[in-house]
């Protein structure tokens, strides 16, 4: 089945511990975008790519970082440098980098740290 | 800059009533607009979406909404919903050329018997 799977579901990470999330995608999508969503603050880019070896910051990158060597995937990592981490991570990607298709999302991983 | 408002946090709402769910959204260009579901601690669902033409767009679930340009705002409907519908919906837009969205701070539809 064509998709997009997150790993892990849940995440447990000491503060000063820099963390990786994982997305891999099997749909052929050239975009791909990582989301934190908050309680009652609804979902806000982190970064995006729309091509492989090119990302961009979205509106809250401070603290993580992403790359892009394959297609397929897009792993995330939250480093210590990122003071409020404890959230539920959505990865997604989408067939167009223009606009105007659907975005596929992940089942998403939820960070806590403890 | 866009932003979207979703104006309810909540909605409560009895078994086989219609609903509305808000969204109004502010951008200086013509934009996409998208409306998602969210089962908890689970990813994201299209319900429908608005590129152009038809002003009411038909999506799954028996949902639908319309598209009012001169008042920015694209409000979800139902005629009748089920305790399945329970769920948080997002209201998005992303300019046109643009892939990225941008996300209201959802609603939660509560479907009591």
């Known amino acids: 089945d064509g998709g997009i799977t997150q790993s892990p579901k849940y995440l447990f990470r000491k503060e000063g511990q820099n963390v990786t999330l994982s997305c891999e995608q099997n749909?052929?999508?050239?975009?791909m975008y990582w989301y934190r969503q908050d309680p009652g603050q609804g979902l806000r880019l982190i970064y995006y790519?729309?091509?492989?070896?090119?990302?961009q910051k979205g509106d809250i990158a401070e603290g993580y970082s992403v790359s892009r060597e394959k297609k397929e995937s897009f792993p995330l990592t939250v480093t210590s440098a990122q003071k409020n981490p404890t959230a539920f991570y959505l990865c997604?990607?989408?067939?167009?980098?223009?606009?105007?298709?659907?975005?596929?999302f992940g089942q998403g991983t939820r960070l806590t740290v403890v | 800059a866009q932003s979207v408002t979703q104006l309810d946090s909540q909605v409560p709402v009895f078994e086989e009533a219609p609903v509305e769910l808000r969204c109004n959204y502010s951008?200086?260009?013509?934009?996409?607009l998208f409306w998602y579901v969210q089962y908890p601690n689970q990813g994201l669902q299209l319900l429908l979406k608005?590129?152009?033409?038809?002003?009411l767009v038909k999506g799954i679930n028996g949902f639908e909404a319309e598209f009012n340009k001169s008042q920015t705002s694209f409000h979800l409907r139902k005629p009748s919903v089920h305790i399945s519908d329970t769920a948080e919906y997002f209201c998005?837009?992303?300019?046109?050329?643009?892939?990225?969205?941008?996300f209201g701070k959802g609603t939660m539809l509560l479907v009591s018997p």
């Open positions: 608005y590129l152009s033409g038809s002003t």
């Open positions: 749909l052929n999508h050239d975009a």
């Open positions: 790519s729309q091509i492989v070896n090119d990302f």
């Open positions: 997604a990607s989408s067939t167009r980098t223009d606009g105007g298709t659907e975005a596929f």
């Open positions: 951008s200086s260009v013509s934009v996409y």
């Open positions: 998005a837009v992303s300019d046109q050329g643009y892939s990225t969205l941008t």
